[in-house]
């Protein structure tokens, strides 16, 4: 079991950075990848980016790449996606995820189209024009 608390979110102007972070507790051990994920109202899940903690490799959708970077500290058991040159189509309730990792590929990428275990319960972000 895993347990994610999200912060971290807020209302901003376009242009503006916010940083989210999620706390995990639990096996984090064996759960080493790490997403996060957004959905806007009436808009399906999409994912945003993942990290493996064994390795540190990453993964972005296309219209985050330049603009997002998902980190992790391993130390603080803490993901954290810093989001910079936001837009108002970057609006949505953001959720940290977590699952393991692929048996014998322990540092590969973590798709963002695999299911994920775990979620948190949610922070959210506006931006407005």
């Known amino acids: 079991q895993v347990q994610l608390v999200e912060s971290g979110g807020g209302s901003v102007q376009a242009g503006g950075s916010l940083r989210l972070s999620c706390a995990a507790s639990?096996?984090?051990?064996?759960?080493?990848?790490m997403g996060w994920f957004r959905q806007a109202p009436g808009k399906e899940r999409q994912g945003v980016a993942t990290?493996?903690?064994?390795?540190?490799?990453?993964l972005y959708v296309e219209s985050v790449k330049g603009r997002f970077t998902i980190s992790h500290d391993n130390a603080k058991n803490t993901v954290y996606l810093q989001m910079n040159s936001l837009k108002p189509e970057d609006t949505a309730m953001y959720y940290c995820?977590?699952?393991?990792?692929?048996?014998?590929?322990?540092?590969?990428?973590?798709?963002?189209?695999?299911?994920?275990?775990?979620w948190g319960q949610g922070t959210q972000v506006t931006v407005s024009s």
């Open positions: 639990g096996d984090t051990v064996s759960n080493n990848c």
């Open positions: 990290i493996n903690r064994s390795g540190g490799r990453t």
């Open positions: 995820a977590a699952r393991p990792g692929i048996n014998g590929l322990p540092t590969y990428p973590c798709s963002l189209n695999l299911p994920f275990n775990y």
